[in-house]
């Protein structure tokens, strides 16, 4: 009789196994700013399309909620999303290092002192001293530091395209923007190559726990894969810039 009851609550706990419902993979919930050209909130931004592609070849559900720039940082820092476009290096500095780990590069990234077309180019902000530049609003995390030895007056506005409109008003005699963002206003500017302000690479940054270093182990993978395959190239088009695989870096800040 023991042995007939035993029995039967086994097949009642295995039944109860298959009624039950599979629990979902959990869903790695990224915040997205707002950069020029390379993130939109129809989701139809150049590393938005890299990272889908990369997404295509792995067992991962993510969701996307799109914020203004700063906003974006905000709600990852308040641990509202798992991960975030870009930020790497300002994160590692207001979270600490080891608070952080980050992709693969999506792109690489250039900010650039820009002058209306036909004007002779300005390669340093030292010959802007006492005088007006435009910039966008969030990009002060990055800028801070290019910005605080010198004596210029930043005019901070939403967007790139409203900085041009301004300059080509004479509001300022000059704007700093990131290259590949601002490439689709390039015919209505001028500015030194040779002379970079501050360079970069735009990742997918998470929040350091071992769930997110194993996604991203796979993530970075992928996205190498691609873009040795020149796949980057081909959905960036004319915002692509080629940058060289940087040196790896001991985790957990990056997983390249």
């Known amino acids: 009789m023991k042995r007939f009851l035993l029995s039967i609550l086994a097949l009642l706990f295995d039944a109860s196994l298959l009624s039950a419902p599979a629990v979902a993979d959990p869903v790695v919930r990224i915040a997205v700013p707002d950069i020029t050209s390379l993130l939109t909130e129809n989701g139809d931004g150049?590393?938005?399309?890299?990272?889908?592609?990369?997404?295509?070849?792995?067992?991962?559900?993510?969701?996307?909620?799109?914020?203004?720039?700063?906003?974006?940082?905000?709600?990852?820092?308040?641990?509202?999303?798992?991960c975030i476009y870009s930020f790497t290096e300002v994160l590692e500095r207001r979270l600490g290092e080891d608070a952080v780990v980050a992709s693969f590069p999506l792109g690489k990234f250039t900010y650039y002192l820009f002058t209306p077309p036909g004007d002779e180019p300005v390669s340093a902000l030292s010959k802007l001293e006492g005088k007006t530049v435009g910039a966008v609003i969030g990009h002060e995390t990055y800028l801070d530091g290019v910005l605080e030895a010198h004596n210029v007056d930043v005019v901070w506005s939403k967007s790139?395209?409203?900085?041009?409109?301004?300059?080509?008003?004479?509001?300022?005699?000059?704007?700093?923007?990131?290259?590949?963002?601002?490439?689709?206003?390039?015919?209505?500017?001028?500015?030194?190559?040779?002379?970079?302000?501050?360079?970069?690479?735009?990742?997918?940054?998470?929040?350091?726990?071992?769930?997110?270093?194993?996604?991203?182990?796979?993530?970075?993978?992928?996205?190498?894969?691609?873009?040795?395959?020149?796949?980057?190239?081909?959905?960036?088009?004319?915002?692509?810039?080629?940058?060289?695989?940087?040196?790896?870096?001991?985790?957990?800040?990056?997983?390249?």
């Open 46 to 82: 150049v590393y938005q399309k890299i990272l889908y592609r990369a997404l295509d070849g792995l067992d991962v559900s993510v969701s996307e909620e799109f914020y203004p720039y700063k906003r974006a940082m905000l709600v990852f820092e308040q641990r509202g999303a798992d």
């Open 160 to 256: 790139d395209a409203q900085n041009l409109a301004m300059l080509e008003h004479q509001r300022f005699g000059a704007m700093i923007a990131a290259v590949p963002d601002v490439r689709p206003f390039l015919d209505k500017l001028s500015y030194d190559p040779a002379s970079p302000l501050l360079e970069s690479y735009d990742r997918l940054t998470c929040h350091n726990t071992q769930a997110n270093r194993q996604f991203l182990r796979s993530l970075s993978a992928e996205m190498k894969r691609l873009k040795n395959a020149g796949v980057y190239e081909q959905l960036a088009g004319k915002l692509y810039v080629e940058f060289e695989e940087p040196a790896a870096a001991a985790e957990p800040s990056s997983l390249n």
